[in-house]
């Protein structure tokens, strides 16, 4: 079944308990959280200790999607906070396999991801390591953005990858996901829709992600 993780990237944090909330009433699978540190991409979101706090307010799994600098320094820090899933980027990583299999290591979920113009193909030796591979569909940085459609073509790319070495990665997507993209990348091989500003669109959660749900129905 094609899991959903709404980004607490577009909640409105005056009311984030009501929101997450709402989350954990709907048919939502995950919740995702962007770290982002002003340096590796041009915006500053939140630590360690909102993700602690949003740990209080969910059992659903933690998505935590670090686009940072220096990741490895900053690992134990969102695994002590309550992640269930690490996702770093693989131009940030030095030593790309070490990091995946350190994350792996603290028996947690470890993702990779990459920006829109990296190659995909970048990421086939750490495929048979990796719990999740992310797809940028959006340049990292800011919600609300439009969905670049080349993007489904990585997710063809991870797909057949997978059928062709007999994986068992997750397949995730990250940016312009609604009604409308949902259903074209899902018949591109992805399982994970992350989606944000739809999601919190006119504080209407629950309602907004039973529309995301109904456009995947049945795949």
């Given at each position: 079944?094609?899991?959903?993780?709404?980004?607490?990237?577009?909640?409105?944090?005056?009311?984030?308990?009501?929101?997450?909330?709402?989350?954990?009433?709907?048919?939502?699978?995950?919740?995702?959280?962007?770290?982002?540190?002003?340096?590796?991409?041009?915006?500053?979101?939140?630590?360690?200790?909102?993700?602690?706090?949003?740990?209080?307010?969910?059992?659903?799994?933690?998505?935590?999607?670090?686009?940072?600098?220096?990741?490895?320094?900053?690992?134990?820090?969102?695994?002590?906070?309550?992640?269930?899933?690490?996702?770093?980027?693989?131009?940030t990583c030095t030593h790309l396999w070490r990091t995946l299999e350190y994350i792996k290591s603290l028996n947690?979920?470890?993702?990779?991801?990459?920006?829109p113009a990296t190659p995909v193909n970048l990421l086939d030796p750490v495929l048979d390591l990796v719990d999740?591979?992310?797809?940028?569909?959006?340049?990292?940085?800011?919600?609300?953005?439009?969905?670049?459609?080349?993007?489904?073509?990585?997710?063809?790319?991870?797909?057949?990858?997978?059928?062709?070495?007999?994986?068992?990665?997750?397949?995730?997507?990250?940016?312009?996901?609604?009604?409308?993209?949902?259903?074209?990348?899902?018949?591109?091989?992805?399982?994970?829709?992350?989606?944000?500003?739809?999601?919190?669109?006119?504080?209407?959660?629950?309602?907004?992600?039973?529309?995301?749900?109904?456009?995947?129905?049945?795949?």
């Amino acid at each position: 079944m094609v899991k959903i993780a709404p980004s607490i990237l577009s909640a409105d944090f005056s009311k984030l308990p009501e929101q997450i909330d709402a989350i954990n009433k709907s048919s939502a699978d995950w919740i995702h959280l962007d770290i982002m540190d002003g340096n590796f991409v041009p915006n500053i979101t939140f630590g360690p200790l909102v993700v602690k706090g949003v740990r209080k307010l969910s059992s659903l799994p933690l998505d935590v999607h670090l686009m940072i600098a220096n990741p490895d320094d900053y690992i134990d820090d969102f695994y002590k906070a309550g992640a269930d899933i690490i996702t770093v980027h693989y131009e940030t990583c030095t030593h790309l396999w070490r990091t995946l299999e350190y994350i792996k290591s603290l028996n947690i979920k470890a993702g990779v991801t990459l920006n829109p113009a990296t190659p995909v193909n970048l990421l086939d030796p750490v495929l048979d390591l990796v719990d999740m591979v992310l797809i940028m569909s959006v340049e990292p940085g800011f919600g609300g953005q439009k969905f670049i459609p080349e993007m489904m073509e990585k997710a063809a790319y991870l797909h057949n990858k997978k059928i062709e070495k007999k994986l068992n990665f997750d397949i995730e997507i990250d940016g312009g996901i609604d009604p409308e993209t949902a259903p074209l990348v899902v018949e591109k091989g992805v399982n994970i829709l992350v989606a944000g500003s739809f999601v919190f669109k006119n504080n209407q959660i629950e309602q907004n992600i039973k529309s995301l749900r109904d456009s995947i129905s049945g795949r």
